[in-house]
């Protein structure tokens, strides 16, 4: 087999039109269509009655208990609404601990007497499923003998319907719990941290005399990054079809090094590829916003408006579905992994995270009145207090195999964790910490003769990119998530953590008025001992310099370089303490998370090398060896005819010592695949990353040496000048 081009179809991108017949393209009607293939708050209402539909509200607005005697109403209306759609089927859709997505689908139809068939949905079969659990990662938490577990609605998102040309189904987002009530998936602990920020921040609300607010929530806008690559060369990649990433692949001469993919106009096929995406996505309900191309050749990115978080993160995980989905339809394959390319960048997101009342307060605004200033610097130095003291579980929240490839690479942040807050709302902190803050840096004079309040102009402050926890205007961003991931976890640490600060700064606050002091002291007190306690974790400076890394050191911060050393810290006292003391998760819970996590490192690596080791034996050495033996021949045939061949020697002897150089790595990795290296996951997880790891790289080096010198028409892999400029 040939990859040269000749032998790919590459008109799929070369003659790819938008519009065959010269017509002009269909407008897009968002208004009628947003929201048509979801189940939401306008629909329940023109479907359900009154009764039914203001005691479901009352779960889906202020958190009220579901009350079941209305599941057979709204099963009903759920059922027609999905069979006006096409709808034949449904499923309890939920988020086992793998980090996608799971459903198993039953009919509609129940048989009747007469022979014939009808279409059944009961209130019981929208309220509770019972998938087998036996075949979910579970971490220890359900023993095999209890192979049962249950899902359970959310009534709080949105039911969806997944379309297929032969037909469609409906889609109810579930909880996914053990028989006896462990959270097996990612939805159950963030629902229980929306309930735990919501808690605790009413309760500064209140401390602060803002009235008339009933319910908190925080809310998550996530950019995603991606990679769109034409399918034909992705299904000659074995190790992209199998591992998400290139496992060997030399540079292309050309790279992003011009910086003129950023932004740059978008090819017509993936802005065809795009429009149809946001389509959809619109038809889900999901209101994305921006889109545009990123660093990286054939790089992209798509973002919401942001929403409720338990929304936002079934959304997100739709997000991702629907662009690996509609990508087909355009001969392309989505790339969601964080690193599919070395020496390229990779992917990842933004986490875009802030506090909201339900009267339409963003609570991190900084507002322009006093009153609101010293309530944001309240809630601005909870954030800061709780991701100085929990570094640990936002890096845990991010660690995965994949991920471990693009933090600290200078094209996403450390894994160090440090807070950006900007130039003029850092002086504020400082002043606040030494003493009082009587003016802010660059709006010039202003006092309210109060000790905190200076006045803060929303963009108070340049951005920087390589910050990983970022103020940005009126919310913070959390930027070290890795693009495939699930973002139920780190919003499930964001919720908890900054509802413990909340906690406990409510307390001295409360301390502090009954014994008399008024409101700005008080709050000025408590906010100055929190900043005081956590000031080493802000950084205004270049989080990509080796200076950094030192001065973060001596600051005694966290760099937690690996997965392995970020999972080290998990289960530790202050961690279980945490996640119970709030009932997010139990002790069992979190170490199940741990043991998972751990596991999914090791299998990971372990199909990593796996695949490298076949790549390279049945691929890789082949080639090399045909063209050291078509070069051989010519030498033979030269020196018989008396042409030099001291040119052709000279490859030969090249190629000859890349193969001798690859022998001995391969052996090398087959012998370290072969061996475990013992019996825990957590044995297995040190070996991936101690021994294993490495040679995979020795792998890789000998084989993208071998690339640039072997024969293009005998290189059985499609290039990275293939995949990343052919459009
Ligand atoms: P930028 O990153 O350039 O500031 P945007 O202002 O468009 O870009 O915001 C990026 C993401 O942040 C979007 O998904 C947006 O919806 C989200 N976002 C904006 N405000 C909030 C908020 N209050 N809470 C959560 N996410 C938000
Ligand atoms: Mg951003």
Not at 576 to 587: A, D, H, P, Q, R
Not at 658 to 669: G, M, N, R, T
């Amino acid at each position: 087999m040939s990859r040269h081009n000749t032998d790919f179809n590459i008109l799929a991108a070369t003659k790819f039109t938008t519009n065959g017949n010269g017509s002009k393209p269909a407008p897009m009607d968002i208004e009628s269509i947003f929201g048509e293939n979801a189940f939401g708050l306008d629909e329940m209402k023109s479907r359900l009655s009154v009764e039914v539909y203001e005691t479901l509200l009352a779960t889906i607005d202020r958190g009220e208990p579901i009350d079941p005697t209305i599941g057979d109403d709204v099963a009903q209306a759920m059922k027609e609404w999905a069979i006006e759609r096409g709808a034949t089927h449904f499923t309890h859709w939920f988020q086992p601990l793998t980090g996608s997505t799971a459903e198993k689908h039953d009919s509609f139809i129940t048989p009747n007497k007469g022979g014939g068939a009808m279409a059944r949905f009961s209130g019981k079969d929208l309220i509770q499923g019972e998938p087998d659990a036996s075949s979910f990662p579970s971490g220890g938490l359900r023993a095999t003998f209890e192979a049962r577990g249950y899902t359970v609605w959310d009534p709080t998102s949105p039911a969806f319907i997944v379309e297929n040309p032969k037909g469609s189904y409906l889609a109810i987002p579930t909880a996914f719990a053990s028989w006896g009530g462990e959270a097996l998936d990612a939805k159950t602990p963030l629902l229980r941290s929306m309930e735990v920020i919501n808690k605790q921040a009413l309760r500064v609300l209140k401390l602060f005399g803002t009235e008339g607010v009933a319910k908190v929530t925080s809310t998550v806008g996530v950019e995603q990054e991606y990679f769109l690559i034409d399918e034909q060369y992705y299904y000659r990649r074995p190790d992209l079809m199998t591992c998400g990433r290139t496992l060997v692949g030399a540079k292309p001469p050309r790279g992003q090094e011009l910086d003129d993919h950023y932004f740059g106009s978008i090819p017509d096929r993936v802005l065809s590829c795009m429009l149809e995406t946001e389509k959809e996505l619109y038809r889900l309900g999901i209101p994305v916003k921006t889109r545009h191309n990123e660093v990286a050749p054939s790089q992209y990115e798509i973002a919401p408006i942001f929403e409720n978080t338990n929304i936002a993160c079934d959304h997100q995980q739709l997000t991702m579905i629907t662009l690996q989905r509609i990508a087909r339809k355009f001969g392309l394959v989505c790339l969601l992994h964080e690193k599919p390319f070395k020496g390229i960048n990779g992917s990842g997101k933004h986490n875009n995270w802030s506090i909201a009342t339900d009267t339409g307060m963003n609570l991190l605004e900084p507002g322009d009145n006093p009153h609101d200033n010293l309530q944001f610097l309240f809630f601005c130095a909870a954030v800061i207090k709780s991701v100085y003291r929990h570094q640990d579980l936002l890096r845990v929240s991010v660690a995965s195999a994949a991920n471990d490839h693009r933090l600290g690479a200078n094209e996403a942040p450390p894994a160090i964790i440090s807070i950006f807050l900007g130039d003029q709302l850092e002086d504020v902190f400082n002043q606040i910490e030494k003493g009082s803050a009587t003016e802010s840096k660059q709006g010039g004079s202003m006092s309210h003769g109060t000790p905190v309040l200076p006045n803060l102009p929303r963009h108070a402050g340049d951005r920087n990119r390589t910050s990983p926890f970022a103020f940005t205007g009126n919310k913070f961003e959390f930027r070290a998530v890795g693009s495939s991931q699930s973002v139920s976890f780190s919003n499930t640490v964001l919720n908890t953590i900054v509802a413990e600060s909340l906690d406990e700064m409510a307390t001295s606050l409360e301390a502090s008025l009954a014994s008399g002091a008024s409101l700005e002291e008080s709050a000025g007190d408590v906010i100055r001992a929190a900043v005081h306690e956590s000031k080493a974790i802000i950084f205004g400076g270049d989080n990509y310099s080796e200076e950094w890394h030192a001065e973060a050191e001596r600051r005694g911060l966290l760099n937690l370089k690996t997965t392995l050393d970020a999972l080290d810290t998990m289960v530790s006292e202050k961690n279980i303490t945490l996640f119970e003391k709030y009932n997010v998760l139990s002790e069992a819970e979190l170490r199940s998370r741990e043991e998972i996590w751990v596991e999914q490192y090791f299998l990971t690596i372990n199909i990593e090398a796996e695949t490298t080791e076949s790549l390279a034996r049945t691929m890789v050495m082949p080639a090399a060896s045909s063209y050291l033996s078509s070069l051989v021949q010519t030498i033979e045939q030269g020196n018989s005819v008396g042409v030099s061949t001291t040119g052709v020697k000279e490859v030969a002897d090249h190629i000859a010592a890349y193969i001798d150089e690859l022998q001995v790595a391969l052996s090398e990795l087959i012998d370290n695949n072969k061996d475990l290296g013992g019996e825990s996951v957590h044995d297995k997880a040190l070996h991936m990353l101690n021994s294993v790891i490495p040679s995979m790289n020795k792998v890789r080096h000998a084989t993208d040496r071998l690339e640039r010198i072997t024969s293009a028409d005998l290189w059985p892999l499609p290039t990275y000048r293939d995949m990343l400029f052919v459009k």
